[in-house]
């Protein structure tokens, strides 16, 4: 078959052909990419760099003309002394795979190393920016070494060098000067924390004149306890007086930025102590320096062992990296549908809520309550209003009452004659005779008279 003769291609029998699942496709590729590009070297710039709850890094790694995906796991970051951000330039050790699920490829990144810059001394630069922002290193806050010295304390290891030449050159300068010993680890996981809690018992339980805390020389890597966190702000809250003694003069830790003196060496920190009298001998660094290569090329040599037997089998974690990856998808989509759902039943109650509300007895009752008050507002208005008219009603007719009483007329000074003693009262003379007695009654009180003549009228 010619493949740029578009007249070669021939349909085949449906019983000669291999028809792919997209998911069978997918992992023949995958499977193919995995086996071909097992462990390699890619070298780009991060780009979307995000970590959720899972703690797993997700970022983008490009170039001018390209980008890929790329996943670290969280077990593959406890040996990283850096933090990545986007725009950093690293060189990752990884395996090509493939993300079933929407068929892309993409890389589970083992090793990522800074590029220009190694990781312990962008780790450095990075923490050194952030406390110097704090004012950690300021000056104003440098203490004075006394200038005699009665109790010295020292922190360090029991076994180490460093021990032994601060007591050598303090018994050879300053015999009567009294060593105080909290030993340490000085490397290696959990020595930062040792180190700020023997400066810390020192200051709490057993305050002395001075404090030495560091170590012999090393590599920047022996040397990494004394720039973590943890120590440097131990010195820093340090009542006591703090030199700091750590590697060579050459080698500058975090600590030794915090400490209120620097000493380049362990020996020049209890020359210090001891009135500055003799340079400690350099023969322990040496060896130190021949120990830590003869180390690193032991690791050097197990490394490439284990790289070239990890070449010949299919690495164990690329199922749980597909289940890694699914469940952080997985967990996304419940975040968000949970949310969607949550905030759809809380519309739903607030509508049930108001709509309770404008049926709810209690309001129907209050509605009610109101109405009702107002109606009797409303009755003892109209009441007060038809009592008001009643009693206007009522003075009038009692002033015309008033006017057509009897009492009325007789205060007009009209009186009215009656018989005595039946009380009959007079309207023509023919009723009484002469020297009857008859009763006046006038508008203020009675009278009785004697009638001693009559006069009659037409």
Not at 39 to 44: S, Y
Not at 262 to 278: F, G, M, N
Request: charge should be neutral; proline fraction near 4%.
């Amino acid at each position: 078959m010619d493949f740029n003769d578009p007249t070669s291609f021939t349909l085949e029998e449906p019983g000669q052909r291999r028809i792919f699942s997209v998911s069978e496709l997918t992992r023949e590729i995958r499977g193919l990419l995995e086996d071909h590009f097992p462990f390699i070297w890619v070298e780009g710039e991060i780009s979307n760099f995000r970590v959720p709850a899972s703690g797993h890094y997700y970022f983008v790694l490009k170039d001018a003309e390209s980008q890929v995906r790329c996943v670290m796991f969280r077990s593959q970051q406890r040996w990283m002394r850096f933090q990545p951000e986007d725009g950093l330039h690293v060189l990752c050790q990884a395996r090509v795979s493939v993300y079933e699920p929407r068929g892309e490829y993409q890389l589970l990144v083992d090793v990522m190393e800074p590029r220009g810059l190694g990781a312990l001394q962008l780790a450095y630069e990075q923490m050194k920016r952030r406390l110097e922002a704090e004012g950690l290193f300021d000056p104003e806050h440098k203490k004075p070494i006394p200038f005699l010295t009665q109790r010295l304390g020292v922190v360090t290891s029991a076994t180490g060098a460093a021990i032994r030449d601060i007591i050598r050159v303090v018994r050879e300068r300053y015999s009567n000067l009294e060593i105080y010993l909290y030993p340490v680890r000085v490397q290696g996981e959990g020595a930062a924390e040792e180190i700020a809690a023997g400066i810390d018992t020192f200051n709490a339980e057993f305050p002395v004149d001075a404090l030495i805390v560091g170590r012999g020389g090393g590599s920047w890597e022996d040397l990494w306890a004394f720039n973590e966190e943890a120590v440097v702000r131990a010195i820093f809250r340090s009542q006591i007086p703090i030199i700091s003694a750590v590697g060579h003069e050459i080698d500058t830790t975090l600590a030794d930025l915090a400490a209120d003196v620097r000493a380049p060496t362990p020996s020049a920190a209890a020359e210090l102590v001891a009135q500055h009298k003799e340079a400690l001998e350099a023969y322990v660094a040496d060896l130190l320096q021949r120990l830590q290569g003869r180390v690193r090329q032991i690791l050097s040599l197990a490394g490439e062992r284990l790289s070239s037997r990890k070449q010949r089998l299919r690495h164990p974690a690329a199922r749980l990296a597909d289940l890694r990856l699914r469940l952080d998808e997985h967990t996304q989509r419940l975040d968000f549908a949970s949310g969607q759902r949550l905030n759809s039943e809380a519309q739903t109650f607030l509508r049930l809520r108001d709509h309770l509300f404008h049926f709810s007895p209690g309001r129907r009752i209050s509605e009610a309550r109101s109405l009702l008050d107002q109606c009797w507002r409303d009755l003892g208005l109209f009441a007060s209003q038809r009592l008001q008219r009643k009693r206007q009603t009522l003075e009038r007719s009692l002033a015309q009452l008033d006017g057509l009483s009897p009492l009325g007329i007789l205060a007009r000074g009209y009186s009215i004659t009656s018989t005595w003693p039946k009380g009959k009262v007079v309207r023509s003379v023919r009723q009484v005779k002469k020297g009857a007695t008859v009763r006046v009654r006038l508008h203020q009180g009675a009278m009785r008279c004697n009638v001693t003549d009559i006069e009659e009228t037409d």
